[in-house]
């Protein structure tokens, strides 16, 4: 599979997973910079305003660290679209967008020819997560130029699939931009989702036990402390199936062995306030967070990673 030429400059085939509420520009700077792509969610500027200034940062401090280390290029970064009819700020924040030609879309819960569309106009290209091959093969049908497949074990929101099965299904027909998300938070598991298929790894929880990430003391403690047997999958919070943190869900006053299936049809996915006190309040988190053994600055992580595929990568040569 051959990768865009944007890709080109990445130190590790990995992406920063765009993380509602806790990525922001210092999180994304700190990523592009060590080597992988960072993201994040459109929605997590407030006000829309925002969104602008955070682009024009993260667009000049990576153009000044291009400068000032030609022999270690920046990576490209990433902009997380919800495209779902709930958010009422898709135009506005594609809009802005496009005004700084954000290199990479990535977009989630629906997959809208028309924004694709814009993206590939302005020469970006555009990711799509999907949970299944059927979603999967919807999204190319409408134009995304790249899959990230979210199979089991993911944070946040998240499929029922083997990994296996759902790289191997899509692989059979689409040899475009392929990436895996679920559980992903060393260096030997990225190896790993290339050798199965995937062009790239999509690493979130990680990245909240991070010196930069916006997140709570408790949170990033939460998952420096937690292992995959801490997490629990459900849709009451969003009405899309997740995986979140069993202790926050306990501290909302909740049985975590005991919750009612959420109503698709009255939730929103991040354009308003409820949703975001309930990310808040309820964290989300992978299962592969038994590799996070404390918090540090994103770049020290990521070198970690590298250290740690190229070790496995060595490995597999003997």
């Not at 990995?14 to 060590?34: W, Y």
């Not at 991070?210 to 801490?230: L, M, N, P």
């Not at 595929?309 to 060595?314: D, L, S, T």
Request: charged residues 20%; glycine residues 12%.
């Amino acid at each position: 599979m051959t990768l865009p030429p944007l890709f080109d400059r990445l130190r590790l085939p990995a992406i920063g997973a765009p993380l509602f509420i806790v990525s922001n520009p210092d999180l994304v700077i700190a990523q592009c910079k060590a080597g992988i792509v960072g993201s994040f969610p459109a929605l997590n500027a407030r006000p829309q305003s925002q969104l602008g200034e955070w682009l024009h940062r993260i667009t000049e401090e990576l153009a000044a660290w291009d400068r000032a280390h030609p022999d270690r290029l920046s990576a490209p970064f990433a902009v997380n679209q919800i495209v779902h009819r709930s958010n009422a700020r898709l135009e506005q924040d594609m809009a802005t967008c496009a005004a700084w030609r954000v290199p990479i879309v990535i977009t989630s819960l629906g997959a809208v020819p028309e924004v694709n569309q814009a993206v590939q106009g302005w020469g970006g290209i555009t990711l799509h997560d999907i949970i299944n091959d059927r979603f999967a093969r919807k999204a190319v049908e409408k134009g995304a130029g790249g899959l990230v497949a979210v199979a089991a074990g993911a944070g946040g929101h998240a499929g029922r699939l083997s990994p296996f099965a759902l790289i191997q299904e899509i692989r059979q027909w689409f040899n475009g931009p392929l990436i895996l998300s679920g559980a992903i938070a060393t260096g030997r598991a990225i190896l790993g989702a290339q050798a199965m298929g995937a062009d790239l790894a999509y690493i979130g929880s990680p990245f909240i036990a991070t010196e930069e990430a916006t997140a709570s003391a408790e949170y990033k403690q939460g998952i420096v402390h937690g292992s995959a047997s801490d997490i629990v999958y459900s849709s009451l919070f969003t009405g899309v199936h997740g995986n979140y943190l069993r202790q926050s869900i306990v501290a909302a006053g909740l049985d975590p062995d005991n919750l009612p299936e959420g109503d698709l049809k009255t939730m929103d996915f991040g354009s308003g306030e409820g949703s975001r006190k309930a990310w808040r309040d309820i964290w989300g988190s992978g299962q592969g967070i038994g590799a996070v053994d404390r918090v540090q600055p994103a770049g020290e992580y990521v070198g970690r990673l590298v250290e740690e595929y190229e070790a496995a990568k060595a490995e597999l040569c003997r």
